[in-house]
Each structure stands twice: as C-alpha cells, then as structure tokens.
C-alpha cells in the first residue's frame, strides 16, 4: 500500500514504478512488442503433420484481425533437450534467427536417466542462451506414451511447474489439454496409432494451446484448421484450448 512508502517519494514516481512492474509481468501479448518471429526447438511432437510452425502461422492468419507471423523449427527425431544441446545447427538457429520467442519442447519419457533433471539442466542452458540472443523462451509441456511409460502426466505437469517458476518462464501446457479433450469427447483420439505422436487432431490441439498462451486470445472461431478436422471439431479443440490455458493461468500465478 502506497502509505507504506517513504512521505518523500512522489506519486509520479510510484506509477512509473506501477507500470514497469505491470509490464515486466504482462503475457507476450499484451507486452509493447507482441512475439513476431517464433522459433519450435523439439523432436518429432513438433514436426509431425506438417510442423506445428507451418499451422501456427496459418492460424494466426485466420484470426478475425490477421496476425501475420513467422515461425521456423530447430527439431530432431527422437532427440531431448540434452541431444539438442549437442547440435551447432539449433544454437545457430537461436543465435542468427532473430527470433522473438523460442518455444522449447522436451519429450521427457525420451530421457534415458528416467529422471527429470536433465529436462532442468538443458532448459536452463537453453533459456540462458535464448535470453543473450535477445529472445524469450515459452515451454510447450508435451504428454506420456506407452512405449516409454516410465513417467506420467502429472509427474511432466509437477515437472514443468517447477522450471517454469525456478526461470520464471511461462508454459504452455499442451499435455492437460490432450486430458481435457479425452474427458469432453472419449471418441476423438489426441495420439495417432503408434500411440506416442500427436494425431491430426492432437497437432491442432497443441497450435491452439501456444497460440492461446503466447497471445492470450481464445482461437474460438479462428477459421484455420486442417485436413481431417471438421468445423465442429475444430471449434471444440479451440474452446478446450482456451479453457485449459485460462485454468492454467488461474491456478498457476
């Protein structure tokens, strides 16, 4: 409260100070610089069914009020965020690119450690380089598998909470939203039938909960959507997309 403040300090100097703090804090969206040129670093949870790169930018594009965007990738089949590191093409990518947001993507039962601390050690790394080459770093939670079922949902959820907060670095949580789907509408399969990689309608899914969460807009209504996905589909994927960030946002602020 401001009658906590020294009697000297001005009230033009606390709303200066108010502000700065305001937008230190505001999501990508709402900041003065909304994200134009993005960057996927992942393996194939990224790149299957065309790449979520290539749907972002198209969805972005069918917003009632066009948000034209770029987005490239940095991916790798079967790779962490620890083989990423490895790779002289991906920091090249996050150094020369100049690149808004990176969006990190680390498919946890991957880790052959079966433990999360490699997932802190490399997303670490990589924020700290993304943060020198002048960009912002969102996490995209992915999901659990059977092939590789060492770890469940909630132990990559509890997982990405606590880097989000230990680097102070948002997340979009893609892996719940997949849940939520299943719980609405059991018939429409988020994996495809290797039962590990997205489906056409899980890769949607997934565009909408980044979309939402580095914009901070609902896609409900946004006429993109690809082949194999319906109108109604569509809208339905859209509205659990914003529901789950928007509970995401609640319950972890």
Same mark, same amino acid.
């Given at each position: 409260?401001?009658?906590?403040?020294?009697?000297?300090?001005?009230?033009?100097?606390?709303?200066?100070?108010?502000?700065?703090?305001? *937008?230190?804090?505001?999501?990508? =969206?709402?900041?003065?610089? +909304? $994200?134009?040129?993005?960057?996927? &670093?992942? %393996?194939?949870? @990224?790149?299957?069914?065309?790449? *979520?790169?290539?749907?972002?930018? =198209?969805?972005?594009?069918? +917003? $009632?009020?066009?948000?034209?965007? &770029?987005? %490239?990738?940095? @991916?790798?089949?079967?790779?962490?965020?620890?083989?990423?590191?490895?790779?002289?093409?991906?920091?090249?990518?996050?150094?020369?690119?100049?690149?808004?947001?990176?969006?990190?993507?680390?498919?946890?039962?991957?880790?052959?450690?079966?433990?999360?601390?490699?997932?802190?050690?490399?997303?670490?790394?990589?924020?700290?380089?993304?943060?020198?080459?002048?960009?912002?770093?969102?996490?995209?939670?992915?999901?659990?598998?059977?092939?590789?079922?060492?770890?469940?949902?909630?132990?990559?959820?509890?997982?990405?909470?606590?880097?989000?907060?230990?680097?102070?670095?948002?997340?979009?949580?893609?892996?719940?939203?997949?849940?939520?789907?299943?719980?609405?509408?059991?018939?429409?399969?988020?994996?495809?039938?290797?039962?590990?990689?997205?489906?056409?309608?899980?890769?949607?899914?997934?565009?909408?909960?980044?979309?939402?969460?580095?914009?901070?807009?609902?896609?409900?209504?946004?006429?993109?959507?690809?082949?194999?996905?319906?109108?109604?589909?569509?809208?339905?994927?859209?509205?659990?997309?914003?529901?789950?960030?928007?509970?995401?946002?609640?319950?972890?602020?």
């Amino acid at each position: 409260m401001i009658k906590y403040f020294p009697k000297k300090i001005e009230r033009p100097f606390l709303l200066i100070a108010f502000l700065l703090a305001v *937008i230190h804090f505001q999501p990508f =969206a709402q900041s003065l610089h +909304a $994200p134009k040129k993005l960057l996927f &670093i992942g %393996n194939s949870l @990224t790149y299957r069914n065309g790449g *979520i790169e290539k749907h972002i930018v =198209a969805l972005a594009a069918s +917003a $009632p009020t066009p948000n034209i965007i &770029i987005a %490239n990738k940095a @991916t790798k089949g079967g790779a962490t965020l620890k083989i990423l590191n490895d790779q002289q093409w991906v920091h090249d990518s996050i150094n020369n690119g100049g690149y808004n947001l990176t969006i990190l993507q680390e498919d946890i039962p991957e880790l052959t450690e079966h433990s999360v601390e490699p997932f802190y050690e490399f997303a670490s790394k990589f924020n700290t380089e993304i943060k020198l080459a002048g960009s912002k770093t969102l996490l995209y939670m992915a999901w659990p598998y059977e092939r590789l079922n060492w770890i469940d949902l909630h132990q990559i959820t509890e997982a990405h909470k606590t880097i989000s907060k230990k680097l102070g670095i948002p997340v979009a949580p893609v892996g719940i939203a997949f849940e939520n789907a299943l719980k609405a509408n059991p018939s429409l399969a988020m994996l495809g039938p290797d039962k590990e990689h997205a489906s056409i309608h899980g890769t949607y899914l997934a565009v909408c909960v980044i979309y939402a969460t580095i914009f901070q807009e609902s896609p409900l209504g946004y006429t993109y959507f690809p082949i194999g996905i319906s109108k109604d589909e569509a809208n339905f994927l859209q509205g659990i997309a914003w529901k789950t960030v928007q509970n995401w946002k609640k319950n972890n602020n």
